[in-house]
């Protein structure tokens, strides 16, 4: 079955950096065509789309809080989607989330979560003093 696996979170001060990894397994060939988007979710909060990439245009960042600092990229050749993570505030404190929009070739990027269908299980990031 298809699977999305997150890594690369953790504990992190302030102003620091984390580079999250999200590999893709199983997928058909279409895969690179596919838009990915990492998604967030803080303590009480609802899940927010953070940036998607897709074929269909350049990689978009969702969140003004988060321009400027984190940057998605993708290297299709392992499958893997990446979400470079600088100076780090308390307030990107959250699960952080990969998921792909697998239902149409070339589909297209979302703000929200709904249109994606096949998600990772999640990496914690806390970013805490």
């Known amino acids: 079955q298809v699977q999305l696996v997150e890594s690369g979170g953790g504990l992190v001060h302030p102003g620091g950096s984390l580079r999250l990894s999200c590999a893709a397994s199983?997928?058909?060939?279409?895969?690179?065509?596919?838009?990915i988007g990492w998604f967030r979710q803080a303590p009480g909060k609802e899940r927010e789309g953070v940036a998607c990439?897709?074929?269909?245009?350049?990689?978009?960042v969702y969140l003004d809080s988060v321009k400027g600092r984190f940057t998605i990229s993708r290297d299709n050749g392992k499958k893997a989607i990446y979400l470079q993570m600088n100076n780090l505030k308390p307030e990107d404190t959250g699960v952080y989330y990969c998921?792909?929009?697998?239902?149409?070739?070339?589909?297209?990027?979302?703000?929200?979560?709904?249109?994606?269908?096949?998600w990772g299980q999640g990496t914690q990031v806390t970013v805490s003093s």
């Open positions: 998921a792909a929009r697998t239902t149409y070739a070339y589909s297209a990027c979302a703000a929200n979560s709904s249109p994606y269908n096949v």
């Open positions: 199983n997928f058909d060939d279409n895969f690179n065509s596919y838009a």
């Open positions: 990439l897709s074929m269909r245009g350049s990689p978009t």
